[in-house]
Every structure is written in structure tokens, then in C-alpha cells.
């Protein structure tokens, strides 16, 4: 990955880090003395075998031995403490970012959804979990090593040069251990996901998938993302199995062989029985960070690639600078020059679209299916960016604009409603926590869903669902109407806005419309049946993504009809083929 492109990004999560900063001060003293504490052990069998059992001194014994429960007191208590730390530096560093990160999957899906943005917050997530786990403490805990790899050199060199080496060994196979888990690991991590995504689009279009009978294929399908997924945990496992086996071993055997060694230089007098004890105790010390970031490796490597991809989220999708709030804007909408292209792709969906629309107009927008009119509906609420050209609302470009406040401004049916998890009201209300019930009630009343939601039980208590539930679908896409009207918008913009509707819905919707202009707003209806663009004054035509027509609605008509005479004549005389 491009370390410059990641950079920005990058420097946001040290910022969110660094507001940690006395935290960590904290967790480095409270482990200076924990660690500090763990010579209590080898200095308490120096003691025992040196004086206790040469002096046979009972007193001494038992008077050292209260001073090491009490010291092991402090000792826990202090390892306690730096972990509650830890966990609240971890849990601040995410709440921290929870937003920001959620707002840049937000952004980044309805654009170009990406894998950073599919990942986004299971990453900062990965990133938090490291940040309390025993792997984070053991980076703590490591500048000891040498401290204590020391201390046993200091009770015999020959026992320093085994520790050392040992020492020195281990680390080489962590460091082993980081490139050959790395790709396990990963591939394990991203199969699960894969597998949790294809389960979690059959569960949701359980429905559909009943109904065609495609349950046995589908299952199917999830079957062996499942079966991918447990191959590759079941290879991370024996990779990190392996190593921490292997380390396991490796650490008991360098301290036998340490008290082997000891043993040897206690028989040649040059070393006491003492010393040969608690030197195998620091070594165990010793190598025991090593031997946990070996065996929590996934957690840090999880950590890692969260990281990076965090800062590639972030730096693709900067914080929204300040803007100068502008005026609530009039109805005045104008396309210029206006090519879109879909994200990822190469090609324009629209190519050059130029048209105005002035306040008390209706705007329809008519074309067979592929020729970009949910393509012209997204660029004009701000969803898609032009590629090139403008869309301008009252003279001001989209992006200046609050995009929350733009989202007020230009009410938008989307061709397939989605409804959210809550009741009638919020959903209206655009998910606001307290909504405001006369705002409610006027816009169903415009969407002429008002009547069709007092009868349902609960009214516009009734919970739904995402799918709508127990709605059906001209139910849903009414209230997918009332919801685009709630903030009393200049602009409304409905994309197929009546392919569910009845005669009575679609007799409502042309009411809307008339009150929208009379209030001297506009609306741009995207259509193919007639009956939607009953009201609208003005026609745009596309086809391929290029503009064929566009002006007074029935000169179009008039046109398209004499057009469409011409060829039919032109057809009979041989003309065309
Ligand atoms: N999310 C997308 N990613 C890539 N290409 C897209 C996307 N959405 C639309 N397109 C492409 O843009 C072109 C225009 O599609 P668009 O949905 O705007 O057509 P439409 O006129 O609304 O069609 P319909 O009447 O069937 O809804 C098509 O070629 C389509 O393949």
C-alpha cells in the first residue's frame, strides 16, 4: 500500500492515540513496578536455599515469607491496575473515532464501497482489542528482558552467555512467527468475513429464496464460503499452534537447562544452590513476553491490518471542513454539462445533461431502462459527484452545501425504498429521536399515506422492519414518500415514485406534486408510466446516457410522436430496415 496516500489517515489514529497519552504514561509507571516486583521471587529463593536453610532460621523464614505474600499483594494489585488502564485507553481511542470511522463507511459505501469501508469498523474494533489484550502489556513488560537476562549474568557469566543465547533464539522465532502467520491469519479473517456476508444476504432475502426454491443452491453457496473459511482457521491455527508449542517447549527447556548448567557450577563451587534456582525463575521472566506476543500473535496481526486499513479509509474520505452556512435556498435547480460516472466504473452513465428547472415547475425524466435516469437522480441529491460539469441549487454548487442540511433541501424517493428497524413516525421522520408528530402527520398527509397508517393497528407507533415488514410495497414506497417530504424540501426528487402504486396512490402522488408546485417548489419525477408525468411541464429525454430532448412536456410528445410517424412511414417505403 502507498505510504503517502495512507498518511493523512494515518496521522488522525496517532492523534486519537496520543489523546491517550497519560494513560499510557500510567500503564509504563504501574509496569516499572510490577516488573520490579517480579525479582521477588528469585530474590526469595536466593534467600531460602543461602540463609534460611544454612542457618536453619524458622524465624527468618517466616518473616520472609510474609514480606513475599505481601510484596505478591502489591505486585497483582498493580498488574490489575494497568489493565483496567489499558482498558480505558482502548475503549476512549474507540469512542473516540466510533463516529468518524462510521461516518466514513457511510460515505465511502454510498459511493465506491470499498474493502476498507466494508471493514471499517470491525478494523477499529481489531485495533481496540489490541490495545487491551496481554499482548500490548508484554510490549510493557519486554525492556525488562535484558534487565533481567542481566541479573543472571550477574550470578555467573556462563548462566548470562545460555540466557542470552536462548534469549536471543526465541526472539528470532517471533519474528519468524510474524511473516509466516501473517498470510494464515489474514486470509482466515477475511474468509469468515466472506462467509458472514453471504449468510447474512440469504437470511435477508430469505423470502425470495424460499419462494424460487433456491434454498438448496444457496445454501450450498454458504456451505463452502463456510468450509473455505474453517480450511484457512484451521491453517492459522496450526501455524500459531506450532509456534507457540514450540516456544512453550523451547522456554521450559532453556530453564531445566539452566538449572542444569546451575547445578554443574554449584558441584564446581562456583555458584550457590540459591542462585542456581533464581536464575531459572528469571529466566522464565525473562522470556515470558516473548513467549505471549508469539502466542497472541493474531490479535496484533488483526491490529496491524486494521490499522492500515483504517488509514486508507481515512485518508480516502478526509473530515468535512467548515462551510459557511448558506441560505435556505430557492427552488431553482440547474444541470450544466453534467457527465456522471458510476463508481468504478470507466465509462459515463451520463454524458453532458444540461437543463434548468425554476421554481412551481415539474420536471419528467423519461428514457428506456439503462439510459441513466437513477444515475441523474443520484447526482442531483448529491449521492454521486459529477465527473464533470455542475448541479446547481440556487446558484450554489452541490458541495457547498451541509450534506445534512442538503439532505433538507432535496427531498429523495429512492426506485427501492428501504425502510429502517422502528416505528412509522421515526421513519417519517428520518430516524430523528423525538419526532416531531405535526411534521409527521402533515407529511404522510402530502404522501397520501396518512389514511393507509391510522388503520394499521398501532398506527404510526407500528414497528417495521428493514423490508417493511408486515408493509406491502405501495404501503412502503408511500411512506418512503411521506419520509422524502418530511423536511418540507424545495426539491423533490422521485425516482420511479409510482411503480407500486394504484390508481388512488398514483391520483395522490399527482396531488403532491400539484401542492409541491403551488408552494412554488419543483420536482423531478423519473418515470416510465405515463401517469407519473401527469403533472410535470417539462420533459427531459435520455437514452445512453445522453440527452435526445428536452423542453415543454407536450412539444416533446408532439415531437417523439411525429418522429415516431416518420419512421413508421420511412418503414413502409423500404426506407429503414
Ligand atoms: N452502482 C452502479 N455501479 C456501476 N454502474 C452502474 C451503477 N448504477 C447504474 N449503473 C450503470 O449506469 C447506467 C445507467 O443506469 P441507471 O440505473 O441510471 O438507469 P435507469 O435509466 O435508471 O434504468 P431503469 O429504468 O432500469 O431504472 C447503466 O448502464 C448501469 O449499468
Redesign the pocket.
Known amino acids: 500500500m502507498n505510504q503517502a496516500l495512507l498518511q493523512a489517515g494515518q496521522e488522525e489514529l496517532r492523534a486519537a492515540r496520543r489523546e491517550s497519552r497519560g494513560l499510557y504514561w500510567a500503564v509504563g509507571l504501574f509496569s516499572f513496578f510490577a516488573n520490579l516486583l517480579m525479582l521477588t521471587g528469585p530474590l526469595y529463593m536466593l534467600q531460602v536455599y543461602d540463609r534460611v536453610l544454612s542457618g536453619r532460621s524458622l524465624e527468618t523464614l517466616i518473616a520472609l515469607s510474609l514480606l513475599v505474600a505481601f510484596l505478591y499483594g502489591v505486585m497483582g494489585i498493580l498488574d490489575y491496575a494497568r489493565g483496567r488502564v489499558m482498558a480505558r485507553a482502548g475503549a476512549r481511542f474507540q469512542a473516540r473515532l466510533d463516529r468518524r470511522v462510521f461516518d466514513a463507511v457511510v460515505h465511502q459505501s454510498s459511493r465506491m464501497p470499498t474493502q476498507s469501508s466494508a471493514s471499517g469498523l470491525r478494523d477499529l474494533e481489531s485495533v481496540q482489542q489490541l490495545m487491551t489484550s496481554p499482548v500490548l502489556m508484554a510490549a510493557f513488560d519486554a525492556p525488562w528482558t535484558p534487565v533481567f537476562l542481566l541479573g543472571i549474568s550477574l550470578f555467573h557469566p556462563w548462566l548470562g552467555i545460555l540466557a542470552v543465547v536462548g534469549g536471543g533464539f526465541l526472539v528470532l522465532v517471533s519474528i519468524l512467527n510474524r511473516f509466516l502467520s501473517r498470510q494464515p491469519i489474514l486470509k482466515s479473517s477475511s474468509a469468515s468475513h466472506h462467509a458472514a456476508l453471504i449468510g447474512e444476504q440469504i437470511r435477508s432475502e430469505a423470502e425470495m429464496v424460499r419462494a424460487l426454491g433456491m434454498q438448496s443452491a444457496a445454501n450450498d453457496r454458504w456451505q463452502v464460503a463456510r468450509d473455505e473459511a474453517l480450511l484457512h482457521q484451521v491453517a492459522a491455527s496450526d501455524t500459531a499452534g506450532g509456534f507457540s508449542a514450540f516456544t512453550k517447549s523451547t522456554r521450559l527447556l532453556l530453564q531445566s537447562a539452566m538449572l542444569g548448567l546451575g547445578a554443574y557450577l554449584v558441584l564446581a563451587n562456583e555458584l550457590t544452590p540459591g542462585a542456581m534456582i533464581a536464575g531459572s525463575i528469571l529466566l522464565g521472566r525473562a522470556l515470558a513476553p516473548i513467549e505471549l506476543a508469539i502466542g497472541q500473535w493474531a490479535v496484533a496481526q488483526r491490529a496491524l491490518k486494521g490499522w492500515e486499513s483504517l488509514s486508507q479509509l481515512l485518508s480516502d474520505v478526509p473530515p468535512e471542513g467548515q462551510r459557511t452556512e448558506l441560505p435556505a435556498p430557492k427552488a431553482k435547480l440547474e444541470a450544466q454539462q453534467l457527465t456522471v460516472v ?4 470507466s465509462q459515463a ?2 454524458r453532458m445533461i444540461s437543463f434548468e428547472l425554476k421554481p412551481g415547475q415539474a420536471l419528467g425524466v423519461i ?12 447526482a442531483l441529491t448529491g449521492v454521486w459527484r459529477p465527473a464533470g460539469g455542475r448541479v446547481r441549487l440556487d446558484g450554489a454548487t452541490l458541495d457547498q452545501y451541509d450534506p445534512d442540511k442538503l439532505g433538507q433541501y432535496i427531498g429523495y424517493l429512492p ?1 427501492r425504498v428501504q425502510l429502517f428497524e422502528g416505528t412509522i413516525a421515526q421513519n417519517i421522520a428520518r430516524l430523528a429521536a423525538q419526532p416531531d408528530p405535526k411534521k409527521v402527520v402533515a407529511a404522510a398527509k402530502m404522501a397520501a399515506a396518512h389514511d393507509m397508517i391510522v388503520k394499521l393497528p398501532e398506527g404510526y407507533d407500528t414497528i417495521v422492519s428493514a423490508n417493511g415488514g408486515r408493509l406491502s410495497g405501495g404501503q412502503v414506497q408511500r411512506i418512503g414518500l411521506a419520509r422524502a417530504m418530511y423536511s418540507n424540501p424545495v426539491i423533490l426528487v422521485l ?2 415514485p409510482n411503480s407500486n402504486l394504484d390508481n388512488d396512490g398514483s391520483n395522490a402522488l399527482n396531488e403532491a406534486i400539484r401542492t409541491m408546485k403551488q408552494a412554488g417548489n419543483a420536482v423531478l419525477i ?1 418515470a ?1 408510466r405515463p401517469a407519473a408525468i401527469k403533472e410535470c411541464d417539462l420533459l427531459l429525454v ?1 437514452d445512453g ?1 445522453a440527452r435526445t430532448a428536452f423542453g415543454p412536456r407536450d412539444e416533446v410528445l408532439r415531437d417523439a410522436v411525429a418522429n415516431h410517424k416518420q419512421i413508421q412511414q420511412t418503414k413502409g417505403q423500404g426506407g429503414v430496415q
Do not use: I, V
Open positions: 458510476a463508481p468504478g466504473e452513465a451520463l428514457g428506456p431502462s439503462g439510459s441513466g435516469k437513477s444515475t441523474l437522480a443520484r426506485q425516482d420511479e423519473m416510465h435520455l446516457g
